[in-house]
């Protein structure tokens, strides 16, 4: 099952931004019940999101953040479907909206496919699970845990492989599992197989460029080393009140998941757009064979992703994510440091780096700082399945594909582990 994340990101019109913001508002009161746009319907989506962004220098934007299975046309006629007067509205605030109403199917899609911005660098915490299979590998582990206690209660446990037996023999019986037996696998040998090729070829590449790569890479390097010892230093940053308002929409107790979202400026010059290009590319790379449910060693991301938009100048970055914001920072930190250092270090405001990736993030305070000030307020956010997490949807797949995979008694046992 493939898997698209993208935005779009649209100009809001400066005579309408309170109108939208207080549509948004509607919205965000009623996420899963509103009428505008009834997130619950669009079965194609993982997590949605709408932030309005108002920048001094670059207006106020409209980005509205989709991850959702399939190809974007089949997604777009769905929204269409379900959303088309909400859309109408929302998009009426922004500039160069053709639509005259929202019957205008064709101008309102050729609108939207105009604003669609890709993303540079991305990662997919569950790779090949759809919706659907996610809610259906859930409910199996469900019915699964109630049966095991009703064995349990009877006092009739016997060996692993027997009660596995038990199991086999309980989802064969259940109508509403009967997919659980022909359920695809999360990827194909294809899928599962082209990012490792690509990964190679690119190295194999750089391999025969080696002679031409070695003195580039000696004169990038004295160049990148010239200007970060010659960069003003960060800029002193006052958080307070902006974290005071960012919490509104995090940690909420009867939800496991966060989301972020964050617009940063790039530096200037050319040698950083280009820098912080090539290595986008590279980490999308490297991403592509991340398919195990954690990113860097970081297990607790759904989504993520960065897309370079106006013209390279801004940098954004969404996130859906498992557990607290300090929580998910420090993993950053700890885990994923060099990385992510590589990428923002080419921002405005980051903390001071040597080579690109060395230091940055490792100043921890600071780093929290300045993640808190390019932070954006998020106005509306939606899940599918806000009570999972990256790591129990993985945990359930594993479920449904033991049921049909043959297992020794050591197996047997650890599967057994899983309820």
Not at 53 to 75: A, C, I, K, M, R
Request: aromatic share 10%; charged share 20%.
């Amino acid at each position: 099952m493939k898997q698209t994340i993208l935005t779009f990101v649209a100009k809001v019109n400066p005579e309408r931004v309170s109108d939208l913001n207080a549509l948004l508002d509607r919205i965000a009161a009623d996420v899963e019940g509103n009428a505008l746009i009834p997130f619950p319907k669009l079965k194609l989506l993982h997590f949605g999101s709408l932030v309005l962004n108002d920048d001094p220098s670059y207006g106020t934007d409209l980005v509205f953040e989709n991850n959702f299975d399939g190809p974007l046309g089949p997604y777009l006629d769905d929204l269409y479907a379900h959303a088309s007067a909400g859309l109408h509205s929302i998009y009426s605030c922004c500039l160069d909206y053709p639509a005259a109403n929202a019957a205008d199917k064709a101008a309102m899609l050729a609108y939207l496919r105009a604003h669609v911005v890709h993303p540079n660098a991305y990662h997919i915490g569950n790779v090949g699970r759809s919706v659907e299979r996610t809610h259906q590998e859930d409910d199996l582990r469900d019915g699964i845990e109630d049966f095991l206690d009703d064995v349990v209660s009877q006092g009739n446990i016997g060996s692993p492989s027997s009660i596995r037996q038990k199991v086999q023999a309980f989802v064969q019986s259940q109508p509403p599992f009967a997919w659980a037996a022909n359920a695809q696998p999360r990827q194909t040998a294809i899928e599962h197989f082209m990012p490792r090729l690509n990964l190679v070829i690119a190295g194999l590449i750089a391999l025969v460029l080696l002679p031409l790569l070695i003195p580039l890479a000696i004169i990038w390097v004295i160049m990148l080393r010239w200007i970060e010892t010659h960069e003003p230093p960060p800029a002193d940053l006052e958080v307070d009140d902006h974290v005071r308002f960012l919490v509104k929409r995090e940690d909420r107790t009867h939800m496991v998941q966060n989301q972020m979202c964050h617009i940063t400026i790039v530096k200037p010059g050319v040698f950083r757009r280009v820098t912080l290009r090539g290595l986008l590319w590279v980490i999308n790379l490297i991403a592509r064979t991340s398919d195990k449910g954690e990113l860097s060693g970081i297990p607790s991301i759904h989504f993520a992703h960065w897309a370079l938009i106006d013209k390279g100048r801004r940098l954004l970055f969404f996130s859906n994510f498992d557990g607290s914001w300090e929580n998910y920072l420090d993993d950053f930190i700890d885990k994923a440091s060099n990385g992510l250092t590589g990428i923002w270090s080419n921002t405005v405001d980051y903390p001071k780096t040597r080579f690109l990736i060395l230091d940055g993030s490792r100043d921890g305070s600071r780093f929290k700082e300045w993640a808190r000030d390019k932070q954006v307020y998020t106005n509306v956010w939606y899940s599918a399945y806000k009570q999972l997490t990256v790591q129990t949807v993985d945990n359930n797949s594993s479920i449904r594909e033991g049921l049909i995979t043959s297992m020794d008694d050591s197996a047997t046992r650890a599967w057994l582990r899983r309820f």
